[in-house]
């Protein structure tokens, strides 16, 4: 069918993507044409003579603001859930904030502490040993925090090595290639937010920075969200997979 005929175009360029690290270059792209447009604004911005020579080294550019892109905007994400956290469990304790959360659903949603690794991985450690003989569980207490990231890594390790668990972690490629791009993007994101904040102060009160920092701000809120799902999914489909192919 031409749902089917689509599906496999996408996995085939989720696969290069993944494959190529070409999802470097969708956070790379951002964050540079980000970083030559505050440039510009600022008059810093200057090419070089030849126009060859300016496409080979914007490529280049692109690909290491990528690399740099995801190494921070993954530590963005992960310590900005980290201060969620504590302001969340915070807010919790005053009891005005408990009767608008029993009132109000849509405040517990939003009050809904975010998950740590740890935490997810726990859950769905605890989610597959329901229905199995206790000397078939898998270990959840019984594990360090330091262990239990190893043991995930050592699941990974195991599916890649499986032929028949092939069609799974192509699945979860797809995943960990979307969360290395919100990821990127949030470091896009954080940037764009800063250099409008600065020019609006520098280069006068023009409302278009103004705009690029709400949207900046906006986007940094999605992306983070889309990034912990990505990486909350990866979690779940990793524990389950390894179960089922143990």
């Known amino acids: 069918t031409m749902e089917a005929n689509f599906q496999k175009i996408i996995d085939k360029i989720s696969e290069a993507f993944s494959f190529f690290d070409f999802s470097f270059f969708v956070s790379g792209a951002a964050t540079y044409g980000i970083s030559c447009y505050f ?21 280049i550019l692109i690909y290491l603001c990528g690399v740099i892109s995801f190494s921070y905007g993954k530590w963005i994400r992960l310590k900005y859930f980290q201060i969620t956290r504590g302001c ?12 608008l959360q029993r009132r109000f659903n849509w405040i517990q ?17 605890q989610y597959v040993n329901k229905g ?28 890649r090595n499986r032929p028949e668990a092939k069609e799974t972690v192509a699945f979860l490629n797809r995943y960990w ?3 290395a791009v919100c990821e990127g993007l949030i470091f896009s994101s954080t940037l764009a937010f800063v250099g409008g904040i600065i020019a609006w102060e520098f280069k006068g009160n023009n409302v278009i920075y103004l705009v690029i920092s709400v949207a900046s701000f906006l986007a940094f809120l999605i992306l983070c ?22």
């Open 225 to 246: 969200r889309e990034g912990r799902r990505y990486a909350e999914t990866q979690i779940l489909e990793v524990v389950i997979a390894y179960k089922h192919f143990y």
């Open 109 to 125: 949603k939003l009050l809904r502490t975010p998950d740590s690794f740890v935490e997810c991985f726990d859950k769905a450690i």
């Open 177 to 179: 290639v979307m969360q």
């Open 39 to 59: 440039l510009w604004q600022f008059d810093e911005l200057k090419p070089f003579g030849s126009t060859t020579t300016n496409v080979l080294i914007s490529i």
């Open 88 to 99: 969340t469990k915070l807010l919790k304790k005053f009891n005005w904030i408990q009767k």
């Open 132 to 159: 199995l003989e206790p000397n078939k569980q898998f270990p959840r207490n019984t594990l360090l925090e330091s262990e239990k990231s190893y043991f995930y890594t050592e699941m990974w390790s195991f599916l």
